[in-house]
C-alpha cells in the first residue's frame, strides 16, 4: 500500500475560507433536515401524541438494537413539493439492526396527511423494497396510512411502478425467502390493507390499528350498515375473527418486542466472506473534505485528496497509475472492510475508460465492493476522439458497471454530468447506495453548456431563413434555460426527486460506507459475468 501525501495547507487562509463557506452550505443542510424530521405540521403531530401514538422516528428507535446504527434513507423526497407539506413525503425508510440481523424498516408518519402515499412516498417505499431483494434483508412495514392520496391518485394508482407494485413487491420478496412482517399502529384503509394482508407475519395493537377495505362511511354509503372502526377491522376482530393478524399487542412498546422475537427466530442469512483488517482512520481529518469539495464544475479538485481522507490510513494500492491519470483506480480499506476505489479525477479518455473497464472486471473476479467517487463532466468530446473510437472505450465501462457481481456504492462529491454519470455508476446502474454531498450537483450537463446548446440551435434556425436573433434575444433564450438548470440540478432537488438515497454529510462518508458494506454482506455475491465488449 502506498500512503497518499497531502499537498495541501489546511492552515492557508484560502483553506480557511473555503471551509468557512461550506459550513454555511452545511448549516442550511442541517436545518432543512431538523425540520423535515419533525414530521407533519404542528396541530398533526400534537393529535397524534394525544392518541398516546409515537412518531415513526420513536417507533423505529424502539425497534431496533439499543445503541445500534440506523441509516435513514431519502429524508429530503418530495423537499420543496407540495407546498413542503409532505415531509420526508410521509414515510421514514431505512436500514438497521434487530438482534444483530440487519433489516429494512418501512414506516409511514401519520402526522403527515394521515400517512397517505404521493409520488414521492411510493418511489421510497419501492426503493426501499428494493434494497431489501438486493441485499437479502427482511422487511418491516410499521403501518398507519390512509393509503392514496386522492387528489394524487393519477399519478399514484394505476401504472407499474404506483401502489400496486407496493404489494407485488410484497409477493415477489416473500417467495424469495425475504421475511415480510407488518406491524399496524393506525390505520391501513383500502389498497393499504394489503400491506399486513400480504405479509408473511403481522401484529396488530388493540384499539389503535384497524384494517378494512372500505371505512365506517363508506360502508353506510354503500350499504347502509352503521359499523364503528374497531368492529369493523380493530385488532380483536382480526386477530380473534378474520385472521388477518397474528399478534394482538397491548401497545405499541408490546407490539415493537413481538416484531424483535418474530427477527429473533428468524435464521441468520449465509453471508458474504470478506476479509476484513483493523480499522484505521485516514492520516487527514475527514473535516478537511470540507474545504476541498467544489461548488462547480470550474473548480478543479485534485481526488487523491479526497481518497486520502476516506480510506484507511490514507493507503491506496493503485492499479495503473501511469496510465489513464484522468481516472484514479486501485485497493483500499474503510473501516477494515476491503474496496475498489474508482474515483474522477478529470474528463474521461478512452484509456481511463479501459482503465476502469479492466479494474471493476478485477474487483468482480476477487468479489470486493467497488466504490465509485464522482466528480464528472462527461466523456471527452472531437473528432480526434470520436475518430479513435472514445464511445466504443466508454461502453466497455458502462459494461463493466451494469454487470458488475459485487455491490457497488457511489458518492457524488462534485458534478455529475453526461455519460460520465453512467459510467460512474449513476442510478441507472443500481449502486447498493448513492448519496450526494450538499454541494453536489448533476444534470445532463452543465447550465452554462445547455443554455449554449440551444442558443446556438435557435441562432443557426433563423439564419437559414435569412434573420439574425439579437444579442438581447440570444440571452433571453438562454438566461432561463440557466436558471432552470441551477435549480434542477440541485442536490436538494435530486433527493427530492429521490434520484439518490440521501445527502450526506461528508464527515459522514467512511461511517456511511462501512454500514453500507456490512450491510451488503447478507447475501452471498454471484460469480461474476459479462456481455459483449465491443472490440
Ligand atoms: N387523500 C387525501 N388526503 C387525505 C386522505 C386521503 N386518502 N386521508 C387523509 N387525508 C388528509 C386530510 O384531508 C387531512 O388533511 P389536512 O391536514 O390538510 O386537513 C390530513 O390528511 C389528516 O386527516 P385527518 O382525517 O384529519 O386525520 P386522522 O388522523 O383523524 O385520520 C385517516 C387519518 C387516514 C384515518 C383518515 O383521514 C381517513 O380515513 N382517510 C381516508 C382514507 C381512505 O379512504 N383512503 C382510501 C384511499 S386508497
Known sequence: MNKIVTKIDSESEKFRNRVKEYHSTLSHFRSALKVIQKGGKQSAIKQHIERGKLLPRQRIDMLVDPNSPFLELSSFAAYGRYKNE?????IVTGIGYIHQKPVVIIANDASVKGGTYIPETIK??????????????????????????????????????????????????????????????GSCTAGGAYIPAM?????????????????PPLVKAATGEEVTAEELGGGEVHAGISGLVDHLADNEEHAFLICRDIIRTLPFSETQPLETTESKEPLYDIEELYGLLPFSVREVVDSYEIIARIVDNSDLHEFKKNYGKTLI?????????????????????????????????????????????????????????????????????????????????????????GAGNYAMSGRAYDPNLLF?????????????????????????????????????????IRKPIREKYEIESSA???????????????????????????????????DPKSGIYRM
Not at 477494515?336 to 474528463?347: E, S, Y
Not at 435530486?494 to 450491510?519: C, E, H, N
Request: charge should be neutral; aromatic fraction near 10%.
Open 492 to 526: 436538494f432537488y435530486s433527493s427530492s426527486q429521490l434520484w439518490d438515497d440521501g445527502i450526506i454529510d461528508p464527515k459522514d462518508t467512511r461511517s456511511v460506507l462501512a454500514f453500507g458494506i456490512a450491510v451488503s454482506l447478507n447475501r452471498k455475491f454471484p
Open 199 to 215: 405479509s408473511d407475519e403481522s401484529i396488530i395493537v388493540k384499539n389503535q390499528g384497524t384494517i378494512f377495505l372500505g371505512g
Open 329 to 417: 483506480t486501485g485497493f483500499a480499506n474503510i473501516m477494515g472492510f476491503p474496496v475498489g476505489i474508482i474515483a474522477n479525477n478529470g474528463i474521461l479518455y478512452s484509456e481511463s475508460a479501459l482503465k476502469g473497464t479492466h479494474f471493476i472486471e478485477l474487483c468482480n473476479y476477487r468479489k470486493i465492493p467497488i466504490v465509485f467517487l464522482q466528480n464528472i463532466v462527461g466523456f471527452m468530446v472531437g473528432k480526434k476522439y470520436e475518430n479513435a473510437g472514445i464511445a466504443k472505450e466508454g461502453a466497455k465501462m458502462v459494461h463493466a458497471v451494469a454487470n458488475s457481481n459485487v455491490p457497488k456504492f457511489t458518492i457524488i462529491f462534485g458534478g455529475s454530468y
Open 436 to 476: 450526494m454531498y450538499p454541494n453536489s450537483r448533476i444534470s445532463v450537463m452543465g447550465g452554462e453548456q445547455a443554455a449554449n446548446v440551444l442558443g446556438s440551435i435557435k441562432k443557426e434556425q433563423l439564419e437559414k431563413r435569412g434573420e439574425k436573433l439579437s444579442d438581447e434575444e440570444y440571452e433571453s
Open 86 to 90: 409532505f415531509s420526508s413525503s410521509g
Open 124 to 185: 421510497k417505499h419501492l426503493r426501499a423494497q428494493e434494497i431489501a431483494f438486493q441485499n437479502n434483508l427482511p422487511c418491516i412495514y410499521l403501518v398507519d396510512s390512509g393509503g392514496i392520496y386522492l387528489p394524487e391518485q393519477a399519478n399514484v394508482f394505476p401504472d407499474k411502478d404506483d401502489f400496486g407494485r407496493i404489494f407485488y413487491n410484497q409477493a415477489r420478496l416473500s417467495a424469495s425467502r425475504i421475511p415480510q412482517i407488518s406491524v399496524v399502529l
